[in-house]
T-cell receptor
Framework: TQLLEQSPQFLSIQEGENLTVYCNSS?????LQWYRQEPGEGPVLLVT?????EVKKLKRLTFQFGDARKDSSLHITAAQPGDTGLYLC????????????FGKGTLLTVNP | DTGVSQDPRHKITKRGQNVTFRCDPI?????LYWYRQTLGQGPEFLTY????????KSRLLSDRFSAERPKGSFSTLEIQRTEQGDSAMYLC????????????FGPGTRLLVL
């Protein structure tokens, strides 16, 4: 069974601060996805990383996939209140399925 | 470009009733997934279609659950004889050829079984 552990579970910071969220597993994934979810809504895809060691930047967000494709991190620079939400990482298995295994998420609150 | 849509957004039912949810994926996406999410948890995989073929079902999907994707377009998820433990957010996602891990989710259907 593939498991993904996210840390921290909760994070409350002030506007302008930087933060990093971690996603770790003992399993290898074919790709790793990061999502943000608002209350009562479905997850919104932020990024997909596929290659070990890959780094992707999306404005103030930087995503990294571990060399062994077992872990990932999300770094936010100069957080804003609009970044508030539940951040979920999800690993895709290989073969022909690609079903996603999700972590429990990191609930981020950015205070003005 | 319209995203994944789900209907209804909310459903309240009494224990023992049947419910059916609909998902319309992004057009031209060949893969369609159903997930279930409970409070404080990430989504959990239920079942998966490639075109019209249902290729995998999770052990979470008891025999009271059935899903279809006729003609490889929209999909329906039916729950028969609902139980209070079925209360959850039911999420549908679709992904394109060439990037099957990049799954785009709909807004979900929130089910409450009384």
């Amino acid at each position: 069974t593939q498991l993904l552990e996210q840390s921290p579970q909760f994070l409350s910071i002030q506007e302008g601060e930087n933060l990093t969220v971690y996603c770790n597993s003992s399993s290898v994934f074919s790709s790793l996805q990061w999502y943000r979810q608002e209350p009562g809504e479905g997850p919104v895809l932020l990024v997909t990383v596929v290659t070990g060691g890959e780094v992707k930047k999306l404005k103030r967000l930087t995503f990294q996939f571990g060399d062994a494709r077992k872990d990932s991190s999300l770094h936010i620079t100069a957080a804003q209140p609009g970044d508030t939400g539940l951040y979920l990482c999800a690993g895709a298995g290989g073969g022909s399925n690609y079903k996603l295994t999700f972590g429990k998420g990191t609930l981020l609150t950015v205070n003005p | 470009d319209t995203g994944v849509s789900q209907d209804p957004r909310h459903k309240i039912t009494k224990r023992g009733q049947n419910v059916t949810f609909r998902c319309d994926p992004i057009s031209e996406h060949n893969r369609l997934y159903w997930y279930r999410q409970t409070l404080g948890q990430g989504p959990e995989f239920l079942t998966y279609f490639q075109n019209e073929a249902q290729l995998e079902k999770s052990r979470l999907l008891s025999d009271r659950f059935s899903a279809e994707r006729p003609k490889g377009s929209f999909s329906t998820l039916e729950i028969q004889r609902t139980e209070q433990g079925d209360s959850a957010m039911y999420l549908c996602a679709s992904s394109p050829r060439g990037a099957p891990g990049a799954q785009y989710f709909g807004p979900g259907t929130r089910l409450l079984v009384l």
